[in-house]
């Protein structure tokens, strides 16, 4: 059996772009059961490049357009994923051309 998705903190978004943006961070609220699931929806038409990290500084460096291999994590346009990463990480992004808007939401289940 699976559990549907259900938020534990407030969603953030940003800007993905050719320059990556200042990372965000996506908490838990206080009090809530942590498991450090992530909804990610890319609401855009060009494939962003994730960046992730347990700091702002990580997650901008492994933001980087994949050609052969990297640290990054292809969200594809209008695609909205679930993930597992720690808790209370920081997301950023960038794309090869055009920018999109990513929303991220931590949050339990699938």
């Given at each position: ?11 953030v ?30 609401s855009?038409t ?10 702002a500084?990580?997650?901008?460096a ?49």
């Amino acid at each position: 059996m699976t559990t549907p998705f259900a938020q534990s903190g407030k969603s953030v978004a940003f800007t993905a772009a050719t320059s990556a943006p200042t990372a965000v961070q996506a908490s838990n609220y206080e009090g809530t059961s942590l498991s450090g699931n992530y909804r990610i929806c890319n609401s855009g038409t060009v494939v962003v490049f994730l960046g992730i990290g347990r700091n702002a500084t990580e997650a901008a460096a492994n933001a980087s357009v994949l050609t052969s291999s990297a640290n990054c994590l292809p969200i594809l346009p209008g695609a909205i994923e679930v993930f597992s990463f720690g808790l209370n990480s920081y997301f950023t992004g960038i794309t090869s051309s055009g920018t999109a808007v990513v929303y991220v939401t931590p949050g339990a289940g699938i």
